[in-house]
């Protein structure tokens, strides 16, 4: 399944709400998760099962879609948000993830 | 707590073999299937292989397939990639994972592979 992320490269200030894109080459049910990169820490999971936060998610975040496409909206940015997100479809192997959005201070 | 420690990377001429290892701790091993996930430098995320916790199903990306071997020691609570005929595309950034059915919560640090002559 490939899986199709936009923008990859996104910039926001502080407060604002941004959306991140992400559509599956076939159904994929809900079975998508959402990932936060940060450089020096370990990849964080904020999103399972389309829109489901995952424990210790800020309520800022949400998710939303089923079948081929998904979106990630994040609310009132804070600058602790700024970083890299990926989807990544969990329905069958091989596992696949987005290409990736950078998330960036304006 | 959960912990995954990555080892074994290194710098390897093309052609060349490589073993990486993970020591997991802070949770039953053996109940767990375990992935393989790797980022080359400046890219996004690519899924290299999983195996689940008795060793029973194997699944590798095509990229890999016929080169990497994963395997897993649930005595030593260790996982395993075996990366034979390495390619300059291998060059990344290796990570191990626990796996869970709803996404990927528990991450180790990495370990860096350079595949370069």
């Known amino acids: 399944v490939q899986m199709t992320q936009s923008p990859s490269y996104l910039a926001a200030s502080p407060g604002e709400s941004v959306s991140i894109s992400c559509k599956a080459s076939?159904?994929?049910?809900?079975?998508l998760a959402w990932y936060q990169e940060k450089p020096g820490k370990a990849n964080k999971l904020l999103i399972h099962?389309?829109?489901t936060l995952q424990s210790g998610t800020p309520s800022r975040f949400s998710g939303s879609g089923s079948g081929t496409d998904f979106t990630l909206t994040i609310r009132s940015l804070e600058s602790e948000d700024f970083a890299v997100y990926y989807c990544?479809?969990?329905?069958?192997?091989?596992?696949?993830f987005g290409s990736g959005t950078k998330l960036e201070i304006k | 707590e959960v912990q995954l420690v990555e080892s074994g990377g290194g710098l390897v001429q093309p052609g060349r073999s490589l073993k990486l290892s993970c020591v997991a701790s802070g949770f039953t091993f053996s109940n767990y299937g375990m992935n393989w996930i790797r980022q080359a430098p400046g890219k996004g995320l690519e899924w290299v292989a999983y195996?689940?916790?008795?060793?029973?199903?194997?699944y590798y990306a095509e990229t890999v397939k016929g080169r990497f071997t994963i395997s897993r020691d649930n005595a030593k609570n260790t996982l395993y990639l075996q990366m034979t005929s390495l390619r300059s595309e291998d060059t990344a950034l290796y990570y191990c994972?626990?796996?869970?059915?709803?996404?990927?919560?528990?991450w180790g640090q990495g370990v860096m592979v350079t595949v370069s002559s």
């Open positions: 994972a626990r796996h869970r059915t709803m996404g990927i919560v528990y």
């Open positions: 099962s389309g829109s």
């Open positions: 195996i689940s916790s008795g060793s029973s199903y194997i």
């Open positions: 076939k159904s994929i049910s809900n079975n």
């Open positions: 990544q479809q969990y329905n069958e192997y091989p596992l696949t």
